[in-house]
């Protein structure tokens, strides 16, 4: 089975591929077995494959991109020609931010109908007239505002509550004399997963987020695990 995953930036792009590496046994390739598409300027793929699916993980660069690089995906779809080449599904993992489940449908033209449902989706295809694509759309907190950071913090601190406490007092304090930071939610997150991933991980402090994720257990925990399970029902 071939699987699309289209999400925001490199960052939820290297944690979904963390995850399906630790937890579903998915090893890295460096090329995708179905996917072709031409990406533009700061759009980056990921391919991983296991015996059983292939995947390639897309990074379009912003929510904005989002509804643009899937109409790209339904018209390459219409062209395909070799049914080994075809995508069987779709997931598209957006935050939630301040929107409602309203808002995130508009922003799909209301061509769909639920926000984390799995549902059918026909695209007309040159070779096979109509080919069934599963598409789910993936909203990130599920249940409340806030962005992929907010939600990783929530998921760490089930397992390092201490850790995920003392930190947040501590950047909401400099945030109050930090211009920056004191009207930024976004801004006060990243920086606060940062501060929890150094102290869990302190040898790895001065390395890239992304170096950092790597060594958590994110199997280990259950309200990530929850969401991102979805994807394989």
């Known amino acids: 089975m071939n699987i699309l995953i289209i999400c925001e930036g490199n960052t939820d792009k290297h944690l979904i591929g963390f995850y399906l590496e630790k ?3 998915y090893k890295y390739q460096k090329r995708s077995e179905f996917f072709t598409i031409q990406l533009e300027k700061n759009q980056f793929q990921i391919n991983l494959s296991n015996q059983e699916n292939n995947i390639t993980i897309v990074s379009v660069g912003g929510k904005t991109r989002i509804f643009g690089f899937f109409e790209k995906v339904k018209e390459y779809i219409s062209q395909v020609r070799d049914k080994q080449k075809l995508i069987n599904k779709i997931v598209i993992m957006i935050d ?16 769909i109908s639920n926000i984390n449902t799995w549902e059918k989706m026909s695209i007309s295809n040159q070779m096979f007239d109509e080919v069934d694509v599963d598409f789910f759309l993936l909203v990130i907190p599920p249940e409340s505002n806030g962005a992929m950071e907010r939600f990783v913090i929530n998921s760490l601190k089930d397992k390092y509550d201490y850790i995920v406490d003392e930190v947040e007092v501590c950047v909401d304090n400099i945030s109050k004399k930090n211009k920056e930071f004191r009207n930024n939610e976004r801004l006060k997150d990243k920086a606060k997963l940062g501060c929890v991933l150094s102290i869990l991980s302190p040898e790895w402090s001065l390395d890239k987020l992304t170096e950092k994720m790597k060594q958590i257990n994110w199997e280990e925990l259950d309200k990530f695990n929850r969401v991102y399970s979805k994807i394989f029902k």
């Open 96 to 111: 939630r931010d301040e929107d409602s489940e309203r808002d995130l449908l508009n922003m799909f033209n209301n061509k």
């Open 23 to 25: 937890k579903e046994n």
